[in-house]
């Protein structure tokens, strides 16, 4: 049996949600609140040392860090597949998900940190207009990927889709916010701004089982 450990809102954790359903694996969902440090807990350290999330359980086995995960269903369960069918297509998918990390993730994250601790002020304004900077940057990059077809990788939804769909959908909720100043203004609307990569999130949201990815904590926001 498939167990899984995850917090809501989280985008890594949102990651692993994903591949779950598309892969239309029964899993047993254990939501964890970080408000309450239920991520620390000592049953949920003895899985993962460093006390992240997500953590993914199949019967003895326990692997954590979501890109693994992915790795891990798709070798486990390979129908249908989310790091394509041939050595190259894989190759394509680990590239773009490596150049989202190494390029962008870092910056997003700090943004979305900073707007829902507080916003835009004197002292962060231009280290996280530099920040948006290189989001917009690598948006731009899948932008250009999406307007030649429906997927970021290829013709098939993949771990690709995965990785950076929670990102976007993250930023976006943080930039909504009354304290996001002069940076929405960089990336909203979206449809406006990024129309592929706009209909590329509807296009996602459309999927089979995805409203059971959902953040619960975001449905009554």
């Given at each position: 049996?498939?167990?899984?450990?995850?917090?809501?809102?989280?985008?890594?954790?949102?990651?692993?949600l994903?591949?779950?359903?598309?892969?239309?694996l029964?899993?047993r969902?254990?939501?964890?609140?970080?408000?309450?440090?239920?991520?620390k807990?000592?049953?949920?350290?003895a899985?993962?040392?460093r006390?992240?999330?997500?953590?993914?359980?199949?019967?003895d086995?326990?692997?954590?860090?979501?890109?693994?995960v992915l790795?891990?269903?798709?070798?486990?369960?390979?129908?249908?597949?989310?790091?394509?069918?041939?050595?190259?297509?894989?190759?394509?998918?680990?590239?773009?998900?490596?150049?989202?990390?190494?390029?962008?993730?870092?910056?997003l994250?700090k943004i979305?940190r900073?707007?829902?601790?507080?916003?835009?002020n004197?002292?962060?304004?231009?280290?996280?207009t530099?920040?948006?900077?290189?989001?917009?940057?690598?948006?731009?990059?899948?932008?250009?990927?999406?307007?030649?077809?429906?997927?970021?990788?290829g013709?098939?939804?993949?771990?690709?889709?995965?990785?950076?769909?929670?990102?976007?959908?993250?930023l976006?909720?943080?930039?909504?916010?009354?304290?996001?100043?002069?940076?929405?203004?960089r990336?909203?609307p979206?449809?406006?701004?990024?129309?592929?990569?706009?209909?590329?999130?509807d296009?996602?949201?459309?999927?089979?089982?995805?409203?059971r990815?959902?953040?619960?904590?975001?449905?009554?926001?």
């Open positions: 049996m498939i167990d899984v450990y995850w917090g809501s809102g989280s985008p890594y954790s949102w990651r692993v994903l591949a779950l359903e598309h892969k239309r029964e899993y969902s254990h939501l964890l609140q970080f408000s309450l440090q239920e991520h807990a000592p049953h949920i350290v899985m993962h040392p006390g992240r999330l997500p953590i993914l359980k199949h019967d086995y326990v692997v954590f860090e979501s890109v693994a790795y891990y269903l798709d070798l486990k369960y390979p129908e249908p597949p989310i790091f394509g069918r041939t050595p190259e297509e894989a190759g394509v998918i680990m590239r773009v998900i490596g150049e989202f990390e190494a390029y962008a993730e870092d910056h994250m979305v900073a707007l829902f601790e507080g916003g835009v004197e002292e962060n304004v231009g280290e996280l530099r920040a948006m900077l290189a989001v917009a940057s690598e948006a731009r990059t899948i932008e250009g990927r999406l307007s030649k077809g429906d997927w970021i990788v013709d098939a939804y993949s771990a690709a889709d995965m990785v950076i769909f929670p990102a976007i959908q993250v976006l909720r943080a930039l909504r916010k009354p304290g996001a100043g002069v940076l929405a203004s990336f909203l979206v449809e406006v701004n990024y129309p592929s990569l706009g209909r590329w999130l296009r996602v949201a459309a999927l089979p089982g995805f409203d990815t959902w953040p619960p904590h975001w449905r009554n926001a």
